[in-house]
């Protein structure tokens, strides 16, 4: 019986771990997985977190909107990052808050509720979804945000100012994941010198 695989599946698995329906969806019909998902609830055999993702009865660990967010978009394939917003906030830029928890991601607009409140992806370019795999990538995307004569160089200075050696050297020589008014805005910061004698990039 299908609800024999799921539950075979589920229990061979550690107790924190999250379940999404699509991880079942090779033992039967959607409408079948959600039913005996929905009946594993009631049973008490496992603890609905939000749509679509459950975890086991005896899971001790509380998850996050932010661990949740992450989890679905990486069971989706969909690359995700922190949002600007946030990161511009730290940076004492703006006052402005999000609702709910907001990540851009690639891929459409699309969102869904959790225990904390509904979790948001609002969709980006894959150029600044890869800005995720530099430490400095936070800092562009924030003032990437700011837009074109709001960013000053008072901005650029401030993030830099906060910067260890290593991710300033890396902020520097990252021109190329900028648009061009922000790459201008740097040079012109930095007196349209590069600070550090690096090396190039490879």
């Not at 959607?30 to 005996?36: G, H, Q, T």
Request: proline share 2%; glycine share 4%; with cysteine.
């Amino acid at each position: 019986m299908v609800s024999d695989y799921i539950k075979n599946k589920i229990s061979s698995a550690s107790p924190d771990t999250l379940f999404f329906n699509r991880d079942f969806i090779n033992f039967g019909a959607r409408s079948a997985i959600d039913m005996c998902l929905s009946r594993m609830v009631i049973k008490g055999f496992l603890r609905r977190l939000c749509y679509g993702i459950y975890v086991r009865y005896d899971c001790e660990r509380e998850y996050t909107a932010t661990e949740l967010g992450e989890a679905k978009a990486k069971r989706f394939d969909r690359v995700v990052t922190v949002h600007p917003i946030d990161t511009a906030r730290q940076l004492k830029f703006t006052e402005r808050r999000l609702i709910g928890k907001t990540f851009h991601a690639q891929g459409r607009t699309t969102s869904f509720r959790s225990p904390e409140g509904r979790i948001f992806y609002h969709a980006t370019s894959s150029r600044r979804v890869a800005l995720k795999h530099i430490d400095s990538g936070a800092a562009i995307d924030a003032l990437w945000w700011l837009k074109r004569g709001v960013a000053t160089e008072e901005h650029v200075l401030s993030v830099l100012q906060k910067m260890k050696r290593a991710e300033k050297e890396e902020f520097l020589w990252s021109h190329d994941l900028m648009p061009g008014w922000l790459s201008d805005l740097v040079h012109s910061a930095c007196n349209w010198k590069i600070v550090f004698p690096l090396k190039n990039r490879a």
